[in-house]
């Protein structure tokens, strides 16, 4: 055992390096948003790292929203996207947790994201099927507790911290 520790500090020390294991981490962010800029109140998915059983760099983000803000929203389901946002604007929100999925995993919620993406019709309701929603499928699937207080459904940074809470494993500290 010494020795193996030893090859490896002379390694460090030569400029060799030892590989990273490879894995991709999602992690799930709000922004607070305001009516008079023009973003509402969201929440979305970030994944980085590396696949294991490819190599692959993944490097997406995924938020569930409609596809037209307007009134309608409030009398029912309207048509949906899912949208990606650019770097600087995710620097700007609140990255409230982090976790590591296996690539099974990362292939369930690239699947899950499709079929929201894809889904016939309207498909996106304020109170049924959001952002919260789509966010807390992803969340189950890395095996997170989720549920959907109806208090919290318009509140995406509040739900997060929710997730955050009834998840301890997690370590989350509350976003104010």
């Given at each position: ?13 030569s400029?060799?390096?030892?590989p ?8 799930f ?10 973003r ?13 059983s ?10 569930f929203t409609?596809k ?8 029912g ?7 990606t ?10 990255r409230h ?7 099974a995993e ?11 993406r ?10 049924t ?6 966010v807390?499928?992803m969340?189950?699937i890395?095996?997170?507790?989720v ?5 919290m459904?318009r ?11 009834i ?10």
């Amino acid at each position: 055992m010494f020795r193996l520790i030893a090859l490896i500090f002379a390694l460090a020390l030569s400029g060799w390096s030892i590989p990273a294991a490879a894995e991709v981490k999602m992690s799930f962010h709000s922004f607070n948003g305001s009516v008079l800029f023009g973003r509402y109140p969201h929440t979305f998915v970030v994944l980085e790292g590396t696949l294991d059983s490819t190599g692959q760099t993944i490097n997406e983000n995924y938020g569930f929203t409609a596809k037209k803000v307007s009134t309608a929203i409030l009398s029912g389901p309207v048509e949906h996207d899912v949208m990606t946002e650019e770097p600087k604007y995710i620097k700007k929100t609140n990255r409230h947790f982090t976790v590591t999925l296996t690539d099974a995993e990362y292939r369930q919620v690239k699947a899950t994201m499709v079929k929201w993406r894809d889904a016939p019709g309207k498909y996106y309701d304020l109170d049924t099927r959001n952002c919260i929603h789509f966010v807390g499928a992803m969340a189950q699937i890395a095996g997170l507790k989720v549920d959907y207080p109806k208090k919290m459904l318009r509140r995406p940074k509040k739900w997060l911290n929710h997730i955050a809470a009834i998840n301890p494993q997690l370590g989350a500290k509350r976003i104010r």
